[in-house]
């Protein structure tokens, strides 16, 4: 990509990341995804404006225009956190559309991660539309050969992933991964292929202690008589990330 392609491309990903940042929040509200945007404070609609990312949070210093109640800083973050995220995949990858599909993978993946930190669970629809990218990044290898690799191995993570479901929630009593994981694992295969199974273990598992460790340290983890539960989502979307953005050196 030219330089000013890279910059139109971090942008698009300003724009994706106020988008995934409002379904954050609306989707486990049960608010409806087409309206327009409010303040959640005043209720006020909010015009394009207020719409900028990270820009209008800087310009109004965090605060409603209407009624000056707090944006959430979170708003900011994810908006920065994706853009810096489109950029990577633009300077990372030298064809654009697998920049492209990467880029929409990573976005899928964080809106993902951002729900199930707070709400401990991973909506379909973020997770179909991973797996969508992951449909279009094999179409686009244009290898044959790759479509049965990745496909069995879409099988193997989730066959493997609902295996361990079985096991620890009938060993410790409840639910332990989540139907939702069973299925992002499957979406990691179809992206990884049976080759990266073994490093995808590896490093979704190690995030997920590392994970787990910092929660107790720290607090978040909701404890009481189940002991820890944190939510593993954010472990496997941070491990199928950057083994897909070291695709190309592994
Ligand atoms: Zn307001």
């Known amino acids: 990509m030219t330089g000013l392609e890279t910059v139109l491309f971090t942008l698009l990903g300003a724009c994706f990341g106020s988008f995934i940042a409002a379904m954050a929040w609306r989707l486990p509200r049960g608010v409806t995804v087409w309206g327009r945007s409010a303040c959640p404070a005043c209720g006020h609609g909010l015009?394009?404006?207020d719409l900028l990312p990270v820009l209008s949070f800087?310009?109004?210093r965090g605060r409603c225009r209407h009624c000056g109640g707090r944006v959430a800083?979170?708003?900011?973050l994810v908006e920065a956190a994706t853009a810096l995220l489109w950029l990577a995949c633009a300077l990372w990858f030298a064809d654009p559309v697998a920049a492209l599909l990467v880029a929409w993978l990573g976005t899928a993946l964080l809106f993902l991660a951002l729900v199930d930190a707070q709400w401990h669970y991973l909506p379909d629809a973020g997770v179909a539309l991973a797996g969508l990218a992951g449909l279009l990044w094999l179409g686009w290898q244009d290898v044959p050969a790759l479509w049965a690799d990745h496909l069995a191995?879409?099988?193997?993570?989730g066959g493997l992933a609902?295996?361990?479901r079985l096991l620890v929630s009938r060993w410790k009593g409840r639910e332990a991964l989540g139907l939702g994981d069973v299925k992002l694992m499957a979406v990691a295969g179809l992206w990884?292929?049976?080759a990266g199974l073994p490093l995808f273990l590896i490093l979704s598992g190690g995030a997920g202690i590392a994970h787990l460790l910092a929660a107790r340290r720290w607090g978040g983890a909701d404890g009481g008589e189940a002991g820890d539960v944190i939510a593993f989502g954010p472990a496997l979307c941070l491990a199928l990330f950057i083994l897909v953005l070291a695709g190309p050196l592994v």
């Open 153 to 157: 191995a879409a099988g193997l993570y």
């Open 58 to 60: 800087l310009l109004s």
């Open 73 to 76: 800083a979170l708003y900011p």
């Open 192 to 194: 990884l292929g049976l």
């Open 162 to 164: 609902l295996a361990l």
């Open 47 to 49: 015009g394009v404006a």
